[in-house]
Nanobody, 116 residues
């Protein structure tokens, strides 16, 4: 069993930065399976940043050049550094883990609000 605990959300002005973190408890066998999604009100949940099966970072077009995903394998922690935040980045951000059996784990979500 894996549990994901997120932290780092909050309220920030446009142009500001936030760093989200997600720590997984339990055994993580698919380190490339940890990624970040977000869901804005009335919208579908979307993938923001993650890793390919060979560990290459990939990003939604809307955040390329502004967001960076990185991780500390020893701590089972993945981070999302968000710079140049815009009001359209306002959403609940979820940490997600896909294990080797293709079971999906989700964190509780952390609210990010960007004011204009």
């Amino acid at each position: 069993q894996v549990q994901l605990v997120e932290s780092g959300g909050g309220l920030v002005q446009a142009g500001g930065s936030l760093r989200l973190s997600c720590t997984a408890s339990g055994r993580i066998f698919n380190i490339n399976g940890m990624d970040w999604y977000r869901q804005a009100p009335g919208q579908q949940r979307e993938l923001v940043a993650g890793f390919t099966s060979v560990g290459i970072r990939n990003y939604a077009d809307s955040v390329k050049g502004r967001f960076t995903i990185f991780r500390d394998n020893a701590k089972n922690t993945v981070y999302l550094q968000m710079n140049s935040l815009q009001p359209e980045d306002t959403a609940v951000y979820y940490c997600h883990y896909l294990d080797l059996t293709h079971f999906n784990y989700w964190g509780q979500g952390t609210q990010v609000t960007v004011s204009s």
